[in-house]
Each structure stands twice: as structure tokens, then as C-alpha cells.
């Protein structure tokens, strides 16, 4: 079992940023990717970054690309989400979720989430 917590989120201005972070514990060992999504209300979950891992390769949603950054401390079994140049409609609840290397395609494991509001 792999436990997430995430932390960091708040109320901000638009154009501001904020840094969330996702700690995992348990068999933190055996995770291969671990992503972050949002959900915003009456909308469905959607795919903002994963990195994986061991290597750090990255990837981004088209509508976060250039102003989110995520990041690993493999150290510290901590991912972070830099995001900069906030737009209110980032204003979600932002999870982190793990995929094992048992099952490399699938987010089996998920954080209670962290919630972002944006001011406009």
C-alpha cells in the first residue's frame, strides 16, 4: 500500500503561485509515475502532470504547460507542483495519485486532494 498526502493549497490572486506538494509513505518504493489531477466543480477529473519516479520524465495537460512544474525529491518521497501565473480557472481541488510498478498504467493509489481557489 502507498498513502498520499498532499499539502500547499490556499487562495490566491490571479498571477500569483503556489507549491503543492504530495508526500508518500508506505511502499513508496514501488511506485513508477506519480500525477497530479484536478477537479473542479460539475467537471470531471482532469490530468495536469506526472513524472516518473525513477528518471524524472515529465509530461503536462496542453492547458498547463509553461506555467506548472512538477518535480520529485526521491530523497524525501515528495512530488511537488510548481504553478505560476495562475488563472482562475485552475481554481480546483488538486490531487496526487501513484501508479504501482505492478500495474504501471493505472493510478491505483489517491490522495484525499488539496483545494486551490483563484481570485480574480
Known amino acids: 500500500q502507498v498513502q498520499l498526502v498532499e499539502s500547499g493549497g490556499g487562495l490566491v490572486q490571479a498571477g500569483g503561485s503556489l507549491r503543492l506538494s504530495c508526500a508518500a509513505s508506505g511502499r513508496s518504493f514501488s511506485i513508477y509515475t506519480l500525477g497530479w489531477f484536478r477537479q473542479a466543480p460539475g467537471k470531471d477529473r482532469e490530468f495536469v502532470a506526472r513524472?516518473?519516479?525513477?528518471?524524472?520524465?515529465?509530461a503536462y495537460s496542453d492547458s498547463v504547460k509553461g506555467r506548472f512544474t512538477i518535480s520529485r525529491d526521491n530523497a524525501k518521497n515528495t512530488v511537488y507542483l510548481q504553478m505560476n501565473s495562475l488563472k482562475s480557472e485552475d481554481t480546483a481541488v488538486y490531487l496526487c495519485a501513484a501508479q504501482p510498478t505492478t500495474s504501471p498504467g493505472t493510478y491505483a493509489y489517491w490522495g484525499q486532494g488539496t483545494q486551490v481557489t483563484v481570485s480574480s
Open positions: 513524472i516518473l519516479w525513477s528518471g524524472g520524465n515529465t
